[in-house]
């Protein structure tokens, strides 16, 4: 499983960003996906997953301001961010699940600052 995420930049606090990540190969296999973060000096933490079964779990920090989605393939995973804090900043990483293992994509930067 290949995983290509995109939509990250530079936004103001209060702002909106959209991110994507397209999944190719072996994605019938797939069976969970999530975003997940990383901010200077501290460990990744996870930020949001959904299940083919459409069983979402978000950080306490994000909820009521992120929405994570799919499509039904699970070919696309999205992260709408609204109401954006600056310390959303960090880099962000797509991941996807399988029965054998966990595959990752190169992250993509939000930085929110004004």
């Known amino acids: 499983v290949q995983l290509q995420a995109s939509g990250g930049g530079l936004v103001q606090p209060g702002g909106s960003l959209r991110l994507s990540c397209a999944a190719s190969g072996s994605i019938l296999s797939i069976s969970d996906m999530g975003w997940y973060r990383q901010a200077p000096g501290k460990e990744r933490e996870l930020v949001a997953t959904?299940?083919?079964?459409?069983?979402?779990n978000y950080a306490d920090s994000v909820k009521g301001r992120f929405t994570i989605s799919a499509d039904n393939a699970m070919n696309t995973l999205y992260l709408q961010m609204n109401s954006l804090k600056p310390e959303d900043t960090a880099v962000y990483y797509c991941?996807?699940?399988?029965?054998?293992?966990?595959?990752w994509g190169k992250g993509t930067q939000v930085t929110v600052s004004s």
């Open positions: 959904v299940t083919k079964g459409d069983s979402i």
């Open positions: 991941n996807a699940r399988t029965f054998y293992r966990a595959y």
